[in-house]
Each structure stands twice: as structure tokens, then as C-alpha cells.
């Protein structure tokens, strides 16, 4: 999911664009990588130069940019990771697909910031161990 924070990034959202209109032309992450590697150079001439260092479709990808494609997309997102609490990246959300509507997730916990891979293993074990043997409730 993207979750561009504009309020310390004032080009994030913009960037989000970029990287979804690479990925329209599989390479989401190569662009992903370009806008990390420089995140105080996301003005749009800026952005461009990076397409082309991806020898990327030119004419698609400023149509793409300019018509604000994705960005219907990216405000979904952003309000997905904000209801389920999520105001930081990198964040994770962990949690169960809800049975009946296996689009929805209900999140039970969040893992802020970059983690070791023991703090994803002891929180997807937890989790997992919780549905194998999940704690008696009382009779009703």
C-alpha cells in the first residue's frame, strides 16, 4: 500500500504517482529505488529524469503522471492505513482476512518502523499460535 506522508514530504504524494505509473510499465520497484535513493531531488523534472534513466516509455508515463492516474488509488490507501491505524512507514499491519469478505482486513497488530525479522517471526507465530488454540469463551 502507499502511504505518502505530505505533511514532512511535500512532494510524497507525487512520488507515489511515479512509482505506480513505472509500475504501469513493470518497474515499480526500479522506480521505488530511484525516489528512495533521492528523496530530496521529487520535483517533477526531477521525477522525469529518473524515468528516463529507466528507459521508460516517455509519452505513457507523463500521460500517466499528468492525468493523475493512480492517485484515486493512493487516497484509498492512505485512508485504508488510517482507519486501521497506520500513520508511520514503514508500517505493518498483521492481522486475519475477514472470512466472509476476504478483501477486508481486520489488523491486530502493527509493527511501526523497520524491524528485525524476529519481530515479524514472533508476531505472525503469536498470531498463528492464537488460531490453533484459541483461549476458551465463556458458555453462552
Known amino acids: 500500500m502507499d502511504l505518502p506522508l505530505e505533511s514532512i514530504h511535500k512532494q510524497a504524494f507525487k512520488a507515489a504517482e511515479t512509482a505506480a505509473c513505472a509500475g504501469d510499465q513493470g518497474q515499480y520497484w526500479e522506480m521505488h529505488d530511484q525516489l528512495f535513493a533521492n528523496q530530496k531531488a521529487l520535483a517533477p523534472e526531477q521525477l522525469r529524469t529518473y524515468a528516463e534513466a529507466l528507459q521508460l516509455d516517455l509519452g505513457e508515463f507523463d500521460s500517466c503522471l499528468e492525468s493523475n492516474k493512480h492517485a484515486q488509488a493512493i487516497r484509498r490507501d492512505i485512508a485504508t492505513a488510517r482507519a486501521a491505524g497506520l500513520t508511520s512507514t514503514p508500517s505493518f499491519g498483521v492481522g486475519f482476512t475477514d472470512p466472509k469478505n476476504p478483501n477486508k482486513v481486520k489488523v491486530v497488530r502493527t509493527l511501526r518502523g523497520a524491524q528485525?525479522?524476529?519481530?515479524?517471526?514472533?508476531?505472525?507465530?503469536?498470531?498463528?499460535?492464537?488460531?490453533?488454540?484459541?483461549?476458551?469463551?465463556?458458555?453462552?
Do not use: E, H, I, R
Not at 483461549?135 to 453462552?140: G, L, R, Y
Open 116 to 140: 528485525p525479522f524476529s519481530a515479524f517471526k514472533s508476531t505472525l507465530d503469536g498470531l498463528l499460535s492464537q488460531v490453533k488454540n484459541p483461549p476458551p469463551t465463556a458458555p453462552q
